[in-house]
C-alpha cells in the first residue's frame, strides 16, 4: 500500500517562506496539495500530473510552486510571501489516476496524508 509522508510545516512571520514536501512510497500518476482553516472548508491548492500539467488556485498563483522530484516519489510546495491568511492544515493528495486539472478540485484523489500546519504571523 502506498503512503504518503509530508515534512515542512511550521511558522512564519508574514512575508516569509516554507517548503512542503510530500513522498509517496511508490510511483504516482498526480499529486496534490490542499489546506483548511480553522472554520473553513478543505479548498486546493496546487496539483502536479506525469502529463506535466500543473494547476495552482488563484489565491496562491505568484506565490506557491508546486514541483515534483520523480527520483524520489516526491512533490513540493514551495510557498512564498507568506501571508496570515495561508494559516492552515496542508495536507498532501495523491492518485494513481487522477488528473490535474484546472481547478484543483478536492473529489477523485485516492490516497491522503496526515496534514501539516502551517502558521503564519503577522
Known amino acids: 500500500q502506498v503512503r504518503l509522508a509530508e515534512s515542512g510545516g511550521g511558522s512564519v512571520q508574514a512575508g516569509g517562506s516554507l517548503r512542503l514536501s510530500c513522498a509517496a512510497s511508490g510511483s504516482m500518476h498526480s499529486m496534490g496539495w490542499f489546506r483548511q482553516a480553522p472554520g473553513k472548508e478543505r479548498e486546493g491548492i496546487a496539483c502536479?500530473?506525469?502529463?506535466?500539467?500543473?494547476s495552482h488556485a488563484e489565491p496562491v498563483k505568484g506565490r506557491f510552486s508546486i514541483s515534483k522530484d520523480y527520483s524520489k516519489n516526491t512533490v513540493y510546495l514551495q510557498m512564498n510571501s507568506l501571508k496570515p491568511e495561508d494559516t492552515a492544515v496542508y495536507v498532501c493528495a495523491a492518485d494513481f489516476a487522477r488528473a490535474c486539472t484546472a481547478v484543483v478540485g478536492i473529489p477523485g484523489w485516492g490516497l491522503w496524508g496526515q496534514g501539516l500546519q502551517v502558521t503564519v504571523s503577522s
Open positions: 502536479f500530473d506525469n502529463n506535466g500539467r500543473t
